[in-house]
């Protein structure tokens, strides 16, 4: 144990956030027809109540009563994520990261692409400041023929659009408006995304 009591070898860690990319993770992955799971909890996963439980930490009425609807759903799969997610709901500050432990590690054990959807629960977080960095003060690409830096430039705002719709997070017409761009300017740089 260090004097700072964290255990050694252990790094201190944001729990309230690795336990909201886990949680994210696990909502993409049940959102994902690939998934397999069955329809009530797609739909407990799909609802705007969890999206704002594990978006919105403060709300502790939300986090309960989504926490308590994902456990009461849970005995209808034996994918072990959809109860460990609300526990964690249910988890206090003490538990947090406890409790994303358990869910990462059960994410890891059940998803064969665990770490894509870990890399989507960090773009749900983290996705609209890296849109907002690359606006920068110059605003979106201009319309007409680009420069070879303007070009870059809308091959990377593609390349960011396209991974914040991979995360179920936003609409086209939400990121269309966030960014500044009419929806048939955001899907040419989705078409000329990678």
Not at 31 to 46: H, K, M, R
Not at 82 to 96: H, K, Q, Y
Request: charged share 20%; aromatic share 6%.
């Amino acid at each position: 144990m260090r004097s700072s009591g964290t255990p050694v070898g252990r790094p201190n860690v944001d729990a309230p956030l690795v336990a909201k990319y886990c949680a994210h993770a696990v909502r993409i992955r049940a959102l994902d027809t690939n998934a397999d799971l069955p329809s009530p909890v797609v739909g407990q996963f799909a609802s705007d109540e969890f999206y704002n439980a594990i978006s919105e930490p403060a709300d502790s009425d939300r986090r309960f009563a989504t926490g308590r609807a994902l456990l009461r759903i849970a005995d209808t799969c034996v994918d072990p994520t959809v109860g460990l997610c609300g526990r964690w709901l249910l988890a206090d500050e003490e538990t947090s990261l406890v409790a994303a432990e358990r869910l990462a590690r059960a994410l890891q054990m059940v998803a064969r692409n665990w770490s894509r959807y870990v890399a989507l629960g960090w773009w749900s977080i983290h996705g609209l400041a890296v849109l907002d960095a690359l606006l920068g003060d110059e605003g979106p690409p201009a319309a007409g023929r680009p420069t070879p830096s303007q070009q870059q430039r809308g091959l990377q705002f593609g390349d960011a659009c396209k991974t914040l719709l991979s995360t179920r997070s936003w609409s086209k017409s939400s990121l269309a408006n966030h960014v500044g761009v009419s929806r048939p300017t955001l899907d040419a740089w989705l078409t000329r995304a990678s």
